[in-house]
């Protein structure tokens, strides 16, 4: 495609890569985690901290769903884009709304136009489909544009995902054309001119295909005869066996175009990211460091702990020795279980942050492992150590 985006792979051990993704926002190291940005926020967390060197989150998600439903794309567009409107400076991917619209189970049709559905927010009946959720995005302004696609369940029959799987490539051929235009139009709110590059939005296609591996093979070869600024993997981590998802990541991910960036979407723990990054993955969302953060569970070096747990009453150690983040170095577990047992929102907070440190930490040391050409070690001593306390 276009030159919205430039990405540059500066190391490679095995199927990992580190590299740079030059966005309009500004270069992002790769592997990197992006924290999730539901709705125009990560949950529990401020964006000065979200920016402080303790975190240092170059990019964040929003969901074109949530935000379409509410506050809207009216509202967001006067305020000059989602950028604005939220108050971040640094680069936003949008998702399609695709897969939470396939979350909706039942309360959704699904036709080849698109997908028609009634709005958790009041109700109401909406219709997405590749054209709109092109539009929501453009007025959303975020740097990378997800194609609208269709999830097929991780237990679908071999039918049910090639029509889902063939569905979604009709889909991703309409995403295109449809952002093309919108881009030539100037819908996009978010536009920058940036160094180098053009200012516009970047547009990643999807892989779908469940479990079977040969499906999305053919997913991958209609994706790239299409043409994106990068690729995803799409609907793994939905129910399906994590032995089975390995096995699609490690057959589809080094198939997928070494010059463009590699996106898996949604997945996972900390132990998965390195897992996948080996397999040849550069980008990850997850909600695991914010959601689990909020009900008390903390990722740390040595497994995870949850601090609802008595035995940490009396316990002065932070949450994990070997994290400088701010909360290890001021709190310890029994302050923080103090906090979480008496129902106060500082406990989500903390611990948030902390998941959210753990999180980008590793892949710090993921993108310095590879450089030094140390990540097969790196990888044997990360999974090691977590295995050697965790719950
Ligand atoms: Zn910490």
């Not at 926002?25 to 949950?43: D, L, N, S």
């Not at 402080?52 to 009216?74: C, F, M, Q, V």
């Not at 160094?195 to 295909?209: T, Y």
């Not at 497994?303 to 316990?315: E, R, S, T, Y």
Request: hydrophobic letters at 40%.
């Amino acid at each position: 495609m276009g030159t919205a985006l430039r990405f540059d792979i500066q190391a490679q051990q095995g199927e990992a890569r580190a590299g740079v993704l030059n966005t309009r926002r500004g270069p992002i190291e790769t592997p990197v985690f992006m924290p999730v940005g539901t709705a125009g926020t990560v949950k529990g967390i401020r964006f000065e901290e979200l920016e402080s060197a303790d975190l240092d989150a170059k990019i964040i998600l929003g969901n074109t769903y949530h935000l379409w439903l509410r506050p809207g794309i009216e509202v967001i567009k006067a305020a000059g884009g989602l950028h604005r409107f939220i108050g971040w400076e640094r680069a936003l991917l949008t998702d399609s709304g695709g897969f939470q619209v396939w979350s909706l189970g039942a309360l959704r049709k699904i036709s080849e136009e698109g997908t028609q559905f009634r709005s958790h927010v009041d109700g109401s009946l909406r219709f997405l489909s590749p054209e709109v959720s092109m539009e929501v995005q453009a007025a959303l302004g975020s740097d990378i544009v997800m194609a609208f696609d269709e999830c097929a369940p991780g237990q679908a029959s071999y039918e049910e995902t090639e029509r889902s799987m063939n569905l979604t490539a009709r889909w991703a051929k309409r995403s295109k054309s449809a952002f093309e235009r919108l881009q030539t139009e100037g819908a996009d709110s978010g536009h920058v001119d940036a160094e180098g590059l053009s200012g516009e939005q970047a547009l990643f296609g999807i892989v779908q295909g469940a479990s079977h591996v040969d499906l999305r093979r053919t997913s991958l070869e209609h994706t790239v005869n299409i043409g994106f600024d990068g690729y995803a993997i799409g609907g793994l981590s939905v129910g399906e066996e994590k032995p089975v998802m390995f096995e699609v990541i490690e057959d589809i991910a080094p198939r997928m175009p070494k010059a463009a960036p590699r996106y898996l979407m949604g997945v996972g723990t900390p132990e998965d990211l390195v897992e996948a990054v080996a397999r040849g993955v550069d980008m990850f969302d997850c909600v695991l460091p914010t959601r689990n953060g909020r009900t008390g569970q903390a990722f740390t070096s040595r497994g995870k702990l949850n601090i609802k747990n008595a035995q940490w009453v009396n316990d002065s150690r932070p949450l994990d020795e070997s994290c400088p983040c701010s909360v290890c170095r001021r709190h310890s577990r029994a302050y923080l279980r103090h906090l979480y047992t008496s129902g106060e929102m500082l406990a989500s907070i903390l611990l948030t942050h902390h998941n959210l440190a753990f999180f980008l930490d590793t892949m710090r040391a993921v993108r310095q492992s590879i450089r030094s050409a140390d990540f097969p070690k790196f990888r044997l001593e990360f999974t090691e150590r977590l295995r050697a306390n965790g719950e």
